[in-house]
C-alpha cells in the first residue's frame, strides 16, 4: 500500500513541477485523453523512483566525501542530473517528460524535492500498518 502512496505522491509532485517549471519542462502523453495524462504521469512517477531509488542511491553513497565537503549542496546537482536522467529514459520510450536543458532539470528537480517532502508529509500515515491491524 506504501508503495502505491508513493507512486501517487511522485505522480502528483512531477505534475506540479512541469506545472511550476513550465518554461523547461514539457510532458507528452502517448494520446491526448484525461486517462492517457493520468497514465504517463503514473508512469513518470515509477520512472523516478527507479532511477531515484537504484542510480541516485550509487552516486550518493559514491559521493559520499563530496557530499559532505560542499555540505550537501551537490545534492542540487545530482538530483538535477537524475530529474534530467527520467527526461532521457522516457525518451526512449517514445512518450514522457522532455527536459530542456540540465540547469531546467537543476530547478525542477529542487521543485521537485520540496513538493515530495510536502506531500510525503501529508501522506505519512497512510499505508503504514499499525499493531491494531495484526490482530
Known sequence: MRLLVNLVVNAVALWVTTLIVSGGTHVT???????AWVLTYLLLGVIWG???????GILRTAGFCIY???????ALVVNGFLFWLVGWISSLIGFGLTVDGFWWAVLAA????????ILGALTRGIGRRTSSDED
Do not use: F, K, R
Open 29 to 35: 502523453p502517448y494520446e491526448d485523453t484525461p486517462l
Open 50 to 56: 527507479v532511477v531515484n531509488g537504484i542510480i541516485g
Open 68 to 74: 559532505v565537503l560542499t555540505l550537501g549542496l551537490i
Open 110 to 117: 529542487l521543485v521537485m524535492s520540496i513538493l515530495t517532502a
